[in-house]
């Protein structure tokens, strides 16, 4: 670790071990687990997790995939991080209220888990580990540097997970890259909600998603901002190529993977 002032904060279910996982506390009341991820069914994948835009980029990129097919928006009162936007129900049941603001979190599905979790003979996995964001990076840790303190507002684990040197060094650089992220979805989203723009789902997207990708060096891949189911867009291309008949006109198709009816878990 470095001489900086962050700090992973030892609480009873997320203790700060030696490397052997052995709690540095003595006022720890149960025996910590190296791993407990190994053993559990996935608790954490069935919370509502929030994400910034540099998440949303880095997922879409990395399993190539447009944006509705993993995230969505959830109705939202923070007037930094919210996103205004109007009432849409193909995003949110108007019934359950509508403040004008909503952040982006990852979709959920039928069952209420995370739209991501798979069930690999009887264990359940993430099945985008790799793209994951950065509160799912940083679950189940707590910590608090210069700038205030972050962690979930509460810990799943099946038994207290051992936080070693080698996990509180890599919380730390995750944290590092998790403030860099809120910073700069906080700075485009304050840009978009100064627009003189209508707040519809589309063009809050087709205005955030390319200026966050900007902010951060890369280039936006057309396909997240996609409209069309799968089929749709594979028919296109086919008769684009003139390997099948040009389809009949069709209605503007919604994004990719967002429902024209009822509403995503």
């Not at 407990?36 to 929030?50: E, G, S």
């Not at 509508?98 to 009887?122: N, Q, S, Y």
Request: proline share 11%; with cysteine.
């Amino acid at each position: 670790m470095s001489d900086s002032p962050f700090r992973v904060v030892h609480t009873p279910y997320v203790p700060v071990t030696d490397t052997e996982g052995r709690s540095l506390s003595k006022l720890q009341p149960y025996p910590p687990m190296l791993n407990p991820c190994r053993l559990c069914k996935a608790r954490c994948c069935y919370t509502r997790v929030k994400v910034t835009l540099p998440d949303v980029l880095r997922l879409c990129h990395t399993l190539d995939v447009p944006f509705f097919s993993a995230f969505t928006f959830d109705h939202s009162d923070d007037a930094v991080r919210g996103v205004r936007l109007e009432a849409d129900p193909r995003v949110v049941d108007p019934e359950d209220g509508w403040t004008g603001l909503a952040e982006i979190r990852l979709r959920r599905g039928e069952g209420g888990a995370c739209i991501g979790l798979v069930d690999v003979a009887g264990y359940e996995r993430c099945g985008m580990y790799g793209a994951r964001p950065m509160n799912c990076r940083l679950y189940p840790a707590s910590w608090e540097d210069e700038r205030g303190k972050g962690g979930p507002n509460a810990v799943l684990c099946p038994a207290p997970f051992a936080i070693t040197p080698s996990v509180a060094a890599q919380v730390e650089t995750d944290s590092v890259t998790a403030r860099r992220d809120w910073d700069l979805h906080e700075a485009v989203v304050a840009e978009w909600n100064a627009a003189d723009t209508p707040p519809t789902v589309e063009a809050a997207l087709d205005f955030l998603l390319p200026r966050a990708a900007d902010a951060m060096g890369v280039s936006l891949d057309p396909a997240v901002l996609t409209r069309g189911t799968v089929v749709q867009r594979l028919t296109r291309e086919l008769s684009s190529r003139g390997m099948i008949p040009q389809p009949p006109e069709q209605e503007p198709a919604p994004f990719a993977g967002l429902p024209t009816k009822g509403r995503p878990m």
